[in-house]
């Protein structure tokens, strides 16, 4: 019985389509494995990317792809700028199975960028947002999406840090209204989760801040502030630690809207 984890690419010509020059690269015929790289004196490629602009962040022997049963699999071969697959940098060594519409990059800064796809589509680049989420071949069964290392490091670092600045100021909850904080402290969450209307979060963070002027406990907005900023930021690093992005946006999209 198939492995219903399996995409199965039977019956379709597939392809590399260079996003840049709009060039396609069509596969060699009956080849389990597919070098990608530059003319080197060890591995020739199989698919030599030379002759392409921006082609300096390609290492000589920089990916390949495999071949099992119909199945695609990608790997980077400990390339010195990365391969990345959908904007997630692939750990060496570590097969990923490729879908139709996938987005390959090699090399960072989306330089020499392809779409993985079936020919009849040459001439209709697949939009990244619909194309299909990675697994590493290791990880099929478990369902985890493979996170790099340092975007790791820095959703620990930032979990890190809230835990260290809450531990620093823990006196605050003696100027904190209960009430007032379960109110903002539920609006928050709430607005965090998509699948839930942002109004009913609001107006329980309004009905936070009225508790707090109605109370006269001035100091409670100020710690309370500071509570939530420090939810922010623990839920931040949370999802970069285990998925890699902060509400859909990887480190790189993120560093590009700082910059606009």
């Not at 998925?243 to 990887?250: A, E, N, P, S």
Request: with cysteine; glycine share 6%.
């Amino acid at each position: 019985m198939q492995n219903i984890n399996t995409f199965n690419t039977t019956g379709l010509s597939l392809e590399l389509l260079h996003v840049q020059t709009n060039t396609s690269f069509g596969f060699p015929p009956n080849s389990a494995v597919i070098r990608i790289g530059k003319p080197n004196d060890q591995i020739p490629p199989d698919l030599d990317l030379s002759s392409l602009p921006d082609v300096e962040v390609v290492s000589r022997i920089h990916a390949q792809i495999r071949v099992e049963e119909s199945n695609y699999f990608i790997e980077d071969l400990d390339s010195s700028n990365g391969t990345f697959l959908n904007n997630i940098k692939l750990e060496p060594r570590t097969p990923y199975q490729l879908k139709p519409g996938d987005r390959i990059d090699f090399g960072q800064g989306a330089k020499v960028t392809f779409i993985f796809q079936d020919k009849q589509l040459q001439n209709n680049i697949v939009a990244t947002s619909n194309s299909t989420s990675i697994l590493p071949q290791t990880a099929i069964h478990q369902g985890q999406i493979p996170v790099d290392k340092t975007t790791k490091f820095i959703g620990l670092a930032l979990m890190a840090v809230s835990a260290v600045i809450l531990t620093a100021n823990i006196r605050v909850g003696l100027f904190v209204s209960i009430p007032a904080f379960l109110l903002c402290g539920a609006g928050a969450f709430i607005l965090l989760q998509r699948r839930v209307s942002p109004n009913l979060g609001w107006i329980l963070i309004a009905l936070g801040v009225l508790v707090i002027v109605f109370t006269g406990k001035i100091f409670a907005s100020i710690n309370l502030l500071l509570l939530l900023t420090l939810a922010v930021l623990f839920f931040a690093g949370y999802q970069l630690f285990t998925t890699g992005k902060i509400l859909d946006y990887d480190l790189r999209s993120l560093q590009r809207l700082i910059k606009k």
